[in-house]
């Protein structure tokens, strides 16, 4: 009774006629897209099926009014083989609400982006779930580490896979000639580490503590940080663009997105804990073009940062200290349809210590070549990724073919090499040959 | 004859020499005969002293006021003030008498434009009256009677617009502003008015105060200019002339050594100007300087010539006359040759660094000049002197080295004796010179003030100065306004705009007051309204606006507004009276105003320009500071490179840079200190003193070579034979043309007293370093190219390559500044309306890309495009929205009006989220895959002026259009590789001013591609294209754009352009 009074009311109160044209003046302000891959990649130590992901990423955007657009993409995963994340990865590292649905051990469906646009005369906001890149260098992390990293596949996976998108505010205000930008990131997510006896499971010395072989291990849950206001990472960046130079001066306080391993070590047994750690982290970028040259580059001082140690006397097994780490990168493009960039990063911690499983200089260096053809719709690329210290890195190989409009077909191979103990050397046996088509839809 | 047992002539040059004095009466016919010929072109020199000469043609600025003076008729007036201190000033009939004769005088003048004579004779006073508005002339009844004289009072009192602009405001001083036909007639006009002005009705001993002229304004010191310099030279040329022929005399006390060079400065003279004047290039004020220079200049390769022979005499003095010349030419040529081509390096440095024309010639025939001076002193000199009997002078009865007759020889031995004890001393000194003037550099200024010109005692400097303090201000910055349709400054928002930026103008230091329509509508409101102060603003009624207008002419002339408003009512002239023309002190307002405009005036519905006087001057001035350096370092160079050549060592080459270097340091110095600016006249300083000064050490090093290689003495006693020999003739050399500069001391003209005495400075402290320090640090650092006996001086080799360079860099900038001058006015200009074409202030476009390759496979691509200027910046963004894979992707570039500085550009790509920085020089690169490069694109459809020479083809019908075939050639083969062409081919239509197709050759000449611009349709009364076809012959691929959703009316943010921008995407 009462349930058919409201719908009269309702009624009348709602121009029925109306309906019609507000739902089709909606329609008019969505668009639906939607990008369909499948990659498949044949190992080459053993030459069996590394992987076979189906995926889909559809996009809806609708403009609510001519200043509020809500944007949402999502992610559907079909990983044929399960062998980059075998079964269902734990995901304690994930807040709640950036957590992904399993289905079955196979498919896995993510919420990637959901925001809000808006702007308020020239102050603009993005609220939501999302991703804020900062810094200058290609794929080498000083200030991009706003948001955490999904390691399933290594560094292999395109950057916008790799990513974790966070629930975030982001604000820029101008003034006068420099934009500020705000941002406040609630979202406690962090780094997906590959569960051990996945593909990509980290090995190498570097990031796994060499444990005495006859002593029990034991783990401690996580310490994960779960104030939603205090334990929420805040960041601002100023940037501008003076004299032909676009300068940015960046400063985060957030979370490392890498738990510390605690060891504790007992006569009989060993406990690891891992625990989040905060940091400070001051940085500035900058780039110009001279001639045929673009210069870029990014610097960064971040505090409290953890690196392993075997020092017998570091009670916990790691080492406390600061880190200053740049990146140089410099492009070429003097040679037609040519793209060269060559970067260098080094990264330098101010507390030594003699047990420090690390060096206490890192470098390491890239060099991309990448040329097109066939007015663009060809494009052959060279990516090395070496590490100047171990003496190991990454050889990437493409030829990407637009077949259509709408679709294009890419051939890879990504050869690892150098000594187990390198951070890519460690997947020597990993070496692949991949292919991959993309719809656009 | 007399052959010295056949060892004479015994090498080339002495041959060479020999036959040269054979045929010595054909040389001296042949040099007479060019002499005559070159004298015979003087009269056709023509006189060039208007500021404007100094300006590159094609700066901006400078075409954008010529563009005003058509419209308005405004450019430099002559300002004509009448004075009168009585208490009640001007206004008394004798002052108003006086006007009204001095205007009536000056309308009838030849060069006077009758209509743009702005007195108060000729300007109206507009009242309201029962029925509106009458217009009144200020002198319709003779201001005669004291009632009419206090009427006229009254009406100015009333009349704001006149205070300060016409009358000053405390009433003591009415000006007159005459406008000139033809600037280069100025001073014709000058003469004229400063005659009238003397023949002036002006009562002696009248009861109303004494009247008082002045003549001022930028016509008139332009005017005047001439006049002044011209006197000041005819002075100071013989003067010139006689302290060099005293000097000679002192240096050689023979008829014959002080006779001879004066010809070769005559020669010289005459030749340098007489081809000036042939080949049509004007006599710009600086020029006169040019005369003193090459006076100075001319002797000193006679005097090296003379002190040798002398020398030859003592040596030899059995040998013939002949003989005697002979070995003299023999053995100097080389050093006299080689000083030649550094001191044309210096002169000719200004050249190609220089774009300012009067300073660009007087490099050039400064160079040409010397080379005349070079030939003569080689040739004519030998000849006559072989005709002369043999007879020594006094000063030359020793052997050089040994000399100690002879004051200056004395005194040059003892000089070394002091340099070569004490070498560490000598190089602390020369350390603490170098540190000074360091210091000194910093505290140079760049300023310019024509006025500085004159003395401060001449009458027109103090005209100014009266006028300029009592009236707001002869210096004229204005701001033209435009507006898009008929009538549109009858909009009361528009009028309130102008007064804003009125209210604005008259903040800004300087600024005395303002003048524009707005004043006059200001005038007729309070009018109409019964003259109540309450209504002396703008209307808010645009009806009403139109209506004032009407009814003022009803009574009044049509032209009345000629200089404020355009008959369409649709651009409008505002002008600022500023009272100082400095440099320095208006940059800051002219970059505030340019502020202003950018912020106030750049909507669709009404934009503006700066203009006038002050901003012409801020923009070429500007330059002076980049051009000098670039001077500076051009003929440092070349001076390095040649020395080092020439003694075939690079220390040799750094050697010989240390006295011009420390010398240009001394006048920085001097001019730090001395507060003189680096202004026009001074700007060309360095290169000359150092073209000159280099001499000095080039003398002292090949000196220092010679009698290092003999094998008797200890180091030091050999470098002191140096002094009396070399060192001697250096001194005369530098008394020579350090007085012959020094002589400018004496003249009437500021900037060149400052440009004289810097060059002598710079020419002594080169003297003093070469004397002092060179030997100094030979002795100190023994450095090997000294020492090495063996590597004798190489002429050839060094004489050629620089010979070779001077070549190469002359034929270059004449190419590639003259050429194009001569042979395309008519290709230019049509290039120049191309790009001249309207193209809106923004737009917005849909834009769709279908490239199709030679299968015929396509690919299409969607963007948004959009394009805005900020004042001459044009800035482009390109959002792609379809396909999906590349969705996202956006270009930013920003394109500076100034072509040699590079765009800035921006990717951002959302596979990286990221916007990257791309680089812009590669404007040949195709963009985004389609077959248009993006020089192109960034283009649309225009063309850079700077990157070719131009040349009309002929004519040809493209879909039934004519149109117009222009070729394009790359000025250099820098150009051609960045844009990846050798040869382009326009076909351009003159309706529309836009190329209906454009051929393209690639850089190994073949045939590349073919861009048609299709559906070219007028929106928003724009000649917009909506299809660019573009075929790749090599490829067979093609590109098809087409555009649509054209919209040139809708306001395009400036935050649309914005790096943020390209990340956030379009909504």
Known sequence: ?441 | MTQNKGIFPSTPAQSFFWSMVNYRWPIIIVSLILLAVSASFLPKLVKDTTSDAFINPDEPSLIYRHKIQDLFGLSDPIVIEIENENEKGIYNPESLLLLKWLSDEIQKLDNVDPDKLISLTTQSNIVGTADGMEVEDFFDVLPTSEQRINWLQGAIEQFPLYQGSLVARDGKATIIVAELIDEKKSPETYETIMELVKNAPIEKNSIHGKNQIHVAGVGAVSGYMATYIGNDTKRLNPLAGLIITIILFLAFFTPRATILPNLIVLATVAGTFGFMAAVGVSFFVITNGLIVCLIGIAVADSLHIFSQYYEEITARPDASQKELVVRAMASMWRPVTLTTLTTMAGFFSLWPTNDMPPIQYFGLFGAIGVFIAWAYSLSFLPAILSLLPKRPSRFFSTPARHKTHGRTARMMKYLGQRVLNNPKKILVAGSLVILLGAYGSSKVVVEEMRIENFKHSDPLYKADKSINARMDGTYYLDVMIETPEVEDLYKAENLQKIEALQTFLETQPGVGGTTSIVDYIKQMHRAVNENDPDFYNIPQDDLLIAQLFLLYSASGEPTDFEEEIDSDRQLALVRANMNRSSFIKNRGVVRDVEDYLKTHFNSPEITATLTGRVNVDYHWIKGIKESHLASVLVAFLAVISMAALLFRSLWAGFFAAIPVGMSILVIYTVMGFGDIWLGVGTSMFASIAIGLGVDFAIHTIDSMKKYLSEKSGSMQERLLYLYPSTGRALFFNFAAISMGFGVLLTSDVPPLIRFGGLVAIAISTSFIASMTILPALALILKPAFLLNTSAKMRLKPAAISASLLLIAVGLFTFYSNKANAQNLPEASQVIKNVIAREEGEFVSRKMTLQLTDRRGKVRTQETKAFRRYFGKEKRTVIFYTAPRNIRGTAFLTYDYPDVNVDDDQWLYMPALRKVRRISASDRGDYFLGTDLSYEEVKKESKVEFSDYHFKSLGTEEIDGFKTIQVEGLPVNDKISKELGYSRVVWSIDPEIWMARKIDFWDRNGNFLKTVTNMDIKKIDNIWSVQKIKAVNHKTGHQSLLSFSAIDYKKTVKPSMFEQRMLKRGLK
């Open chain 1, 1 to 441: 009774m009462t349930l058919l009074r409201m719908f009269i009311l309702a009624g009348s109160l709602l121009n029925f006629s109306a309906l019609p044209a507000f739902a089709e003046n909606l329609m008019d302000n969505i668009s639906f897209s939607a990008i369909a891959k499948s990659e498949a990649s044949v190992g080459l130590t053993k030459s069996e099926l590394q992987k076979w992901d189906i995926s889909i990423r559809p996009e809806i955007t609708m403009d609510i009014s001519d200043d509020l657009r809500l944007t949402a993409i999502g992610l559907g995963r079909l990983e044929t083989r399960d062998a980059l994340e075998p079964g269902r990865p734990g995901q304690s590292m994930r807040s709640s609400l950036s957590r992904r649905g399993y289905i079955g051990d196979r498919i896995d469906v993510e919420l990637r982006e959901f925001y809000l646009d808006t702007s308020f005369g020239d102050t603009y906001l993005r609220l939501g779930k999302q991703q804020i890149v900062w810094g200058q260098a290609d794929g080498l992390r000083v200030l991009d580490v706003v948001n955490p990293f999904n390691f399933r596949e290594f560094i292999l996976d395109d950057f916008e896979d790799r990513r974790i998108p966070l629930w975030a505010l982001n604000l820029e205000i101008p003034i006068s000639d420099i934009t500020a930008q705000l941002i406040w990131l609630p979202d406690q997510t962090y780094q997906q580490i590959p569960e051990p006896g996945a593909l990509y499971a980290i090995t190498s010395p570097r990031f796994v503590p060499a444990l005495p072989q006859n002593i029990p291990v034991s783990f401690s849950p996580a310490q994960k940080p779960g104030n939603f206001f205090a334990d929420s990472d805040v960041g601002l960046r100023l940037s501008t663009f003076m004299g032909g130079w676009d300068l940015t001066l960046n400063y985060l306080y957030h979370y490392q997105d890498n738990a510390v391993l605690f060891q504790n070590k007992g006569p009989d047994n060993i406990i690891l804990s891992p625990e989040y750690k905060r940091s400070h982290l001051i940085g500035g970028t900058f780039s110009n073009a001279f001639g045929s040259f673009t210069l870029r580059g990014e610097i960064g001082y971040a505090t409290g940062r953890y690196f392993l140690s075997n020092d017998p006397a570091s009670r916990f097994g790691v080492q406390n200290t600061d880190e200053i780490s740049y990146v140089l990168g410099l492009d070429y493009t003097g040679i037609k349809d040519m793209f060269i960039s060559a970067q260098l990063f080094q990264s330098l911690v101010t507390d030594d210590d003699p047990g420090m499983v690390r060096d206490r200089l890192d470098s390491q260096s890239t060099l991309l070549i990448e040329r097109n053809f066939m007015n663009d719709s060809l494009k052959a690329s060279v990516l090395l990724i070496h590490s100047l210290n171990d003496g190991d890195g990454l050889a990437q190989l493409g030829v990407e073919y637009d077949l259509y409009d709408n679709m294009s077909v890419k051939i890879s191979a990504d050869i690892f090499y150098g000594h187990r103990h390198g951070l890519f050397g460690q997947f020597s046996a990993n070496d692949r040959l991949s292919i991959s088509f993309e719809i656009g839809i």
